[in-house]
Structure formats: C-alpha cells, structure tokens
C-alpha cells in the first residue's frame, strides 16, 4: 500500500512565524504534490515537484515555497506566516508523468494562525 | 483550461437511501482522466476510481456505480443503500495528458443518518 505521510496533524503558530510542512511517501514516487483546502473552495494547488530539486508553480504559490532535497520527502515552507493561511493543507504523490496516474494523499495538516 | 463542478453542496439522505453525487467537468482534451476522491472526517481523501476518456462503460464496485456520459460531460456517482460510513466529502476531479496536475471541483458534502 501506498503510504503518504505528513508531519502533523494539528499546528497552532502566530502570525510571523516561519511554518514548515513535512511530507514523506514510501513508494519512490517522482510526483509530489502540495494543496490547500477551504470551505466551499475544494483543493487548491499550490506547489508540486515531479524530481529531486524540481519544483513548478500551482495556482496559489504565493506566500508559500517548498524544498525536495530527496524523493521522498516534499517540504511546505510559509516564510512568514499569515492569518489567512490557516487551512487544511494535503500532500499527495503520484508515479509517472502521463497525466493518468492516480495520487495518494497523506492524512492532512490542519494549521491555524493566530 | 479544465474546470470540475459539483453543484450539490450537501446532500442528507437516511440510511438506506440511494443517493447520486453530481460531477460535470469542461476540458478541450480528448484525452482525459476522470477521478473520485471520498474524504472522512478524519481528513484523507480516499482514491475511489480513475475513468479514461475512451473508456464510457459504467462501473459497478459493491453499493458504488459510476455513470461517465461525454455526451453531457458528466461523471456521477451513485451509492445505492447508504449508510452511515458512507458519510464524508466526496471529491470529483479531472487531469489532462501530459500533465500531472489535478483539478479538483469544490466537494460534495453527503450526511447519511440513522
């Protein structure tokens, strides 16, 4: 099976505050993948990587960046934390660059700024 | 651009009820892949089914079909005798070839009760 697996589950931080998002799959998936979720908003993507060191723009980047240093592991960073960042945040995986290939998502963070 | 709608906000049905999740999608694309994501309160979506765009036959998996019509650019979902497990979130979402990005419609929201 599959295996995707964030950091957190719960994070409270202040507004300012330099935030990092861990995620890690076991299936030496190239595609990595980090979204935002908000009511009534569905999935957002904000940034995703399909090698080592490659990384590619979603349709919400700003504010966020992210690092993959080695396959399995995709990192979410706020520089600087915002209010309206709190949010649902899932990392997902996929294998191969088709277009067809199914992602598995980890269990989520939900991040809270105060 | 591809687009995913789910119109149906919240569906509550009783237990035992069949139920159909709406999903209408918009791509140029001839070639697409249609999936369903299920997201339970505790927060990871759940991969249901992939559809190709060459492939319209309907597919039956338990108390879950699926109903792919590009006739109408729908791909609904039906779960026949719900039950309370069955409530969560359900996702709809379409990816193109050639592109590992997902686009998501906004959830539907089912509420199965006793």
């Known amino acids: 099976d599959v295996k995707v697996t964030q950091s957190s589950r719960y994070l409270v931080k202040r507004t300012g505050e330099k935030v990092f998002l861990e995620c890690v799959q076991d299936m030496d998936h190239e595609n990595m993948f980090w979204y935002r979720q908000d009511p009534g908003l569905g999935l957002r993507l904000i940034y995703f990587?399909?090698?080592?060191?490659?990384?590619e723009k979603g349709d919400i980047p700003e504010g966020y960046s992210v690092s993959r240093e080695k396959k399995e592991r995709f990192s979410l960073i706020l520089e600087s934390a915002s209010t309206n960042q709190t949010s649902m945040y899932l990392c997902?995986?996929?294998?191969?660059?088709?277009?067809?290939?199914?992602?598995?998502f980890g269990p989520g963070t939900r991040l809270l700024v105060l | 651009a591809q687009k995913v709608t789910q119109a149906q906000t919240e569906i509550s049905v009783v237990e035992k009820e069949d139920v159909t999740l709406d999903c209408v999608y918009e791509?140029?694309?001839?070639?697409?892949?249609l999936f369903w994501y299920k997201q339970p309160p505790s927060g990871e979506l759940v991969f249901l089914i992939r559809r190709n765009s060459f492939d319209e036959q309907n597919e039956i998996s338990g108390r879950y079909s699926w109903n792919f019509q590009k006739s109408t650019s729908s791909f609904n979902f039906t779960i026949t005798a719900s039950q309370v497990v069955d409530s969560a979130v359900y996702f709809c979402?379409?990816?193109?070839?050639?592109?590992?990005?997902?686009?998501f419609g906004t959830g539907t929201r089912l509420l199965v009760s006793p």
């Open positions: 990587s399909y090698d080592v060191k490659m990384k």
């Open positions: 979402a379409l990816s193109v070839t050639g592109f590992q990005k997902l686009v």
């Open positions: 791509t140029r694309d001839t070639t697409y892949y």
């Open positions: 997902a995986s996929s294998f191969g660059t088709s277009g067809s290939e199914t992602q598995y």
